[in-house]
Nanobody, 131 residues
C-alpha cells in the first residue's frame, strides 16, 4: 500500500500563491510501481477532477485547461514527493485538493487529466481563495 501525506493548503487572497506538497510512503515494492502522481480537486456537490499530474519516470506533465500557465507541478523522486505551485489564484480555485498516486497519467482534448489506475488518495487539503 502507498500512503500520501499532503501539506500546504490554506487561505489566500485572489492573485496570491500557495504551494502544496505530497509525500508518498510505503513498501518500496509498491512505491516503485507508481508512475503517475498529482493533484485533483473537488468542490462540494461536484465531481473530483484532475488538476495537474506528472509522469514519475519521464517527467511529462498534464494540466487542466483552467490552470495552465498558473499552476506548476514538479517532483523530487529521491523524496517521493510532488509539489504544486499555484500562482494567480482566483475564487474558482477554491476547493479541497487531493493528492493521488497510481499507474498511467493521461489526458484527452475533451477533459481534465486523469490516472488510468489510481492506487491511493491523500486525505485532502483545503484551499480557499477570497476576492
Amino acid at each position: 500500500q502507498v500512503q500520501l501525506a499532503e501539506s500546504g493548503g490554506g487561505s489566500v487572497q485572489a492573485g496570491g500563491s500557495l504551494r502544496l506538497s505530497c509525500a508518498a510512503s510505503g513498501y518500496s515494492r509498491y512505491i516503485v510501481n507508481i508512475n503517475c502522481m498529482g493533484w485533483f480537486r473537488q468542490v462540494s456537490g461536484k465531481e473530483r477532477e484532475g488538476v495537474a499530474l506528472i509522469d514519475k519516470y519521464g517527467g511529462r506533465t498534464y494540466y487542466a485547461d483552467s490552470v495552465k500557465g498558473r499552476f506548476t507541478i514538479s517532483q523530487d523522486n529521491a523524496k517521493n514527493t510532488v509539489y504544486l505551485q499555484m500562482n494567480s489564484l482566483n475564487s474558482e480555485d477554491t476547493a479541497m485538493y487531493y493528492c493521488a498516486a497510481g499507474v498511467g497519467c493521461y489526458s484527452t482534448s475533451q477533459g481534465p487529466p486523469a490516472i488510468i489506475e489510481n492506487k491511493s488518495w491523500g486525505q485532502g487539503t483545503q484551499v480557499t481563495v477570497s476576492s
